[in-house]
């Protein structure tokens, strides 16, 4: 079972630009689908981005939609989310989420079709 490690959250001004990190242990990313969610104050959690197994399906939020991209580096075992153009309404904590997938090629962007979630990543952003 792999376990996951967000890293490269912080505190940017409105139009800045980040790259999220999750470090995967106990597994490799070929085996998986995983995700990008996020969860505001007050708010549930939701959907950013999600790929699957294969890396060659990608599906977005319509809020990040042209400003957010997901990939993954294999050679690094890394999926990363980079978010460009952040605004104020981006300010929540980041998670990283992982499905084992052998089978199915399927891109999930359900939070209840994954199992595996790392400790989540602070993203704030100043107007």
């Known amino acids: 079972q792999v376990q996951l490690e967000e890293s490269g959250g912080g505190l940017v001004q409105a139009g800045d630009s980040l790259r999220l990190s999750c470090a995967a242990t106990?597994?490799?990313?070929?085996?998986?689908?995983m995700g990008w969610f996020r969860q505001a104050p007050g708010k549930e959690r939701e959907f950013v981005a999600a790929?699957?197994?294969?890396?060659?399906?990608?599906q977005y939020a319509d809020s990040v939609k042209g400003r957010f991209a997901i990939s993954i580096n294999n050679a690094k075992n890394t999926p990363y989310l980079q978010m460009n153009s952040l605004n104020s309404e981006d300010t929540a904590v980041y998670y990283c989420?992982?499905?084992?997938?052998?089978?199915?090629?399927?891109?999930?962007?359900?939070?209840?079709?994954?199992?595996?979630w790392g400790q989540g990543t602070q993203v704030s952003v100043s107007s």
């Open positions: 989420a992982a499905r084992l997938s052998l089978g199915a090629n399927t891109v999930f962007t359900s939070r209840y079709r994954y199992p595996t």
């Open positions: 790929i699957n197994r294969a890396g060659d399906s990608i």
């Open positions: 106990g597994g490799t990313f070929n085996n998986y689908a």
